[in-house]
């Protein structure tokens, strides 16, 4: 990526934190005393979430090299840009507005506009897709951990929510074997206001999104291997994640359970998903946090000080991920 657009996005980045640090309904005080009461599970959670990012960048560098095969790009550099491009989707309303952009220009010097843009679309659609495969699993535990305290009401909004969850597998499944650059350009060209300059596009680049859109289905037809390696490993760090919910709970009591760790993290991943249009999804994850202990008796403080804590350690991630936009490059 030229140096140029860089710093542009190294700018956005900043000013982004900026806003974000001074959006935050927190206080000096707060921040010093969820630290404090922490102790040194904080740099251990930051760790923690190194490993996690490092399960991430395997998904995605699962998909640019076809499993193993035909290796361009150093494990280090995706490694690099899956943090940073997480940190930009975290500091900008909606999501996958920042992130994503840089990721396909960082990629392109070593395999080309179309597998980067490809890979950065098939890795975004599996991120996605392991949400509801972790979704589903989550009820399947609190089924098995709750089977005594589900009555007919619950039994109906179980049933709802594995019905959307099922949609969304379909449609995600339906992607992957017919491709969907093209569909959503068709789409928007039906759009007011923004359709001229998306067959403008359509007519310059249609030759490109083809070329995408057969990259996404080859994955799905011929790569099985790769499809379910990076599905997998998307899975395994939404439960590795978990871990941070566990160690928060741990610092108040040694009963914390693993299993009610996922299920905090399920409740809040959805709650916080469907206020998507927040940046970080201020004060949606918090909401989350403390409804999900609420509803399995966890006591109402253990969600504030989980929510304070994590909210922290993302800033402090974010933070990370920008700063490393400007190492590493030549």
């Not at 350009?185 to 007011?192: G, K, S, T, V, Y």
């Not at 970080?280 to 609420?294: K, P, T």
């Amino acid at each position: 990526m030229k140096s140029k657009f860089r710093n542009i996005f190294f700018i956005v980045g900043v000013v982004a934190i900026v806003i974000m640090l001074f959006g935050m309904d927190m206080t000096y005080e707060d921040v010093v005393s969820c630290l404090r009461k922490a102790g040194i599970w904080f740099p251990v959670l930051l760790l923690l979430w190194m490993f996690i990012y490092a399960i991430n960048a395997g998904a995605w560098y699962a998909i640019i090299c076809n499993g193993l095969n035909g290796v361009k790009v150093p494990f280090m550099k995706v490694f690099k840009y899956t943090i940073t491009g997480f940190a930009l989707n975290s500091t900008t309303p909606v999501g996958l507005m920042g992130g994503e952009p840089y990721r396909i220009m960082e990629l392109k010097p070593y395999v080309g506009i179309e597998k980067a843009s490809s890979s950065v679309i098939l890795y975004v659609m599996m991120h996605i897709f392991s949400h509801f495969c972790f979704w589903l699993f989550s009820l399947l535990i609190y089924i098995l951990s709750y089977y005594n305290q589900i009555n007919r009401t619950y039994v109906i909004i179980m049933s709802i929510f594995v019905v959307a969850c099922m949609i969304g597998i379909y449609f995600f499944i339906k992607g992957y074997r017919s491709g969907m650059v093209m569909k959503l350009m068709r789409f928007l060209q039906r759009m007011p206001f923004i359709k001229n300059k998306i067959t403008k596009l359509i007519e310059k680049k249609e030759e490109t999104f083809v070329q995408i859109d057969n990259q996404i289905k080859d994955l799905y037809r011929n790569n099985k291997y790769t499809f379910f390696t990076s599905l997998s490993l998307e899975f395994i760090s939404r439960v590795v994640s978990c871990l941070e919910v566990y160690i928060i709970l741990l610092i108040f009591s040694t009963d914390a359970s693993f299993f009610d760790s996922i299920l905090i993290l399920a409740f809040t991943s959805l709650f916080a998903n469907l206020m998507f249009f927040s940046p970080m999804q201020l004060g949606a994850r918090e909401g989350g946090f403390v409804m999900s202990v609420a509803l399995l008796s966890i006591p109402y403080s253990y969600g504030v000080f989980m929510a304070l804590l994590i909210r922290i350690r993302e800033v402090v991630c974010v933070i990370i991920g920008i700063a490393l936009m400007k190492i590493g490059n030549k």
